[in-house]
RNA sequence: UCCGGAAUAGCUCAGUCGGUAGAGCGGGUGGCUGUUAACCACUAGGUCGGGGGUUCGAGUCCCUCUUCCGGAGCCA
């Protein structure tokens, strides 16, 4: 929907075109909406719709001096506005009242605002509309901008006329706590919940952040297929789907296309959805998630991890900017996610499994899971009543000591303490190589290791990055395919990268999902990507 | 796949020792001119997840299946 500042200036257009085209039939059958005050206006004869829709008659369609806002407009620029007419066009979210005066909360997508409508101040089929509209119906609305201190947003509408666009019977979220099943069956619709829609913001926020920041640094944007003829790193499960006369599988990674692209344009990345097939349960795993997957041609681990780290700064200082109390209605400690400031602690994985060691020995090690305090229930308010909900009791004094080894990957468990120990991500590097992919370039100084780097988020929330310089050697990583029983024909484009002018590379994959998970201080993945995709959740 | 937990009104839940089913919210009706998850009164609403068993009697005990939730492994 297009939105306009100041008054119509261009002819209006009906809303509802495709009916409005003469297709009377498919006209007369929706449900004709409910108009009760028809606006005066002088030039009501233009632009008229030759059926009998709304539009003709909506107050937009008149040339008069209210003209259609958001209410984020509206409150961006409240001293032009207030006292002024302005139409909102919107849905229902709540409503309160008296038999003399109604308190409708409006939202518009852009936020939401108390209408109020007196008896007094319309006449009596609009208040009576008014008292009848059931949650989630779709009106639009005219009326005076006012400051108040009683509202939320510190101002309010004095509602003028009402009418309703669509009905909206038995909505199912109603105002009050529901379980996680229940709003995961109806997402298309939880997603107009407040809490939703903010976390949906945030994303939004965190994504372009995130392109902005490799744009403003020279990368160039390239998409990986989805499309793929085999694994790329030959460990996960891979979707699997019939094409042609052969089978394709879906990514799960673009990381080897973005090696290719870098050694054209040099510093690259691809923002897109990856996809696993493995069987996970758990908080932080999708069978469908996006991931931003930067690639950069002459760049070692250090400079990889710089650049990790600078990227993560970028991100979370812009998210603070533009919406701190956004976080603050989501729960988050605002004040943690301000301290996230280069440097983040750097790690060798030699090092780290010492700290984790001693940790369990002192018996300092903190295994609670991020965001386990609280509960996943939703209300269509903000989430206060979810911090007043009792919590769940999830310390573990009956887990069993399980000591860090030097030669292997770490479990979630190890994760979960090491990044408690810091207010920051750690960078944790140079993995044992067994537990890491192939193409990952081997530590000359010691070639028990990788040169990869894993970054974990504080506060319990684990790994959002994985990344590493590559094996730019074509014999080494002949070895390494061989050593992961890979195909080397059908990895032959890739070692070919090696073949025509090898430079050394690095690049890594930041997990899009994680990442607003960790930044909203969210307990579940699930509730940062519009639609869900887990191993037992395909619908909606 | 493995280990736990759960399933009762549209929703969130309670239901004691095995004795004929409860609340709040939501819906409906009425009341209230500044409500903030509004409030007050009245009202409708149930194959207690499916199947089997024990018992005079099962929402409650046992077996089984299904679905969901949490976790593990794997990973971003």
Redesign the pocket.
Known sequence: MSTRKGPTTRPPRCLNAPSCSNTAAASRSRAMPRRTRRPKSSTGSRNRCPERCFERSSPAMDESTTAYHTIAEVGRDLDRFEGKEVELRGWLY????????Q?L?VRDGTGTL?V?L???DVDEETFNLAR?L??ESSIIVRGLV?R?T???LGF?L?GKSLIQVGTSE???I???????????DRRHLWLRSTRQHTILRVRHTIIKAIRDYFDSHDFVLIDAPIFTPNAC?G???LFEVPYFDEKAYLTQ?GQLYMEAAAMAHGKVYCLGP?F?A??????????E?W?CEPEVAYLDLDGDMDLAEDCLCYVVETVLEKHAADLERLGRDVEALRRIKKPFPRLSHREAVDLINRAIDDGTADRR?AG?ERT??E???DD??QL?KPTTK?DEETSPKKRARYD??????E??ILSRMFDRPVMVHRYPHQ???FYMKRDPDDPRVALCV??LAPEGY?????GAQREDDLEKLLERIDAHELSRESLGWFTDLRRYGSVPHAGF???I??TVAWICGL????ETIPFAR????LKP
């Not at 709540?94 to 005066?101: F, L």
């Not at 109603?174 to 379980?179: D, E, F, L, Y």
């Open positions: 709540n409503k309160r009242g008296s038999g003399k005066i308190f909360q108390q109020i007196s008896r007094s009848g059931s949650q006012a108040d009683r509202s939320a309010e004095h038995d909505y199912p109603s105002p009050k706590p529901h379980g996680v099943a229940f709003l995961m790193e460990t996960s499960t990674s990856t696993r493995e069987k996970s349960k758990t908080r932080r795993h999708l069978t998630f991931m899971s386990a996943t229930t209300s269509i308010e206060a009543a007043h999830t292997d990957d770490f479990g979630g468990d994760e979960t537990v890491k992919a894993d970054v684990g790994e959002i990055i994985g994959g930041l997990g999902e994680r307990h579940h993945v699930r887990t191993m037992d959740r």
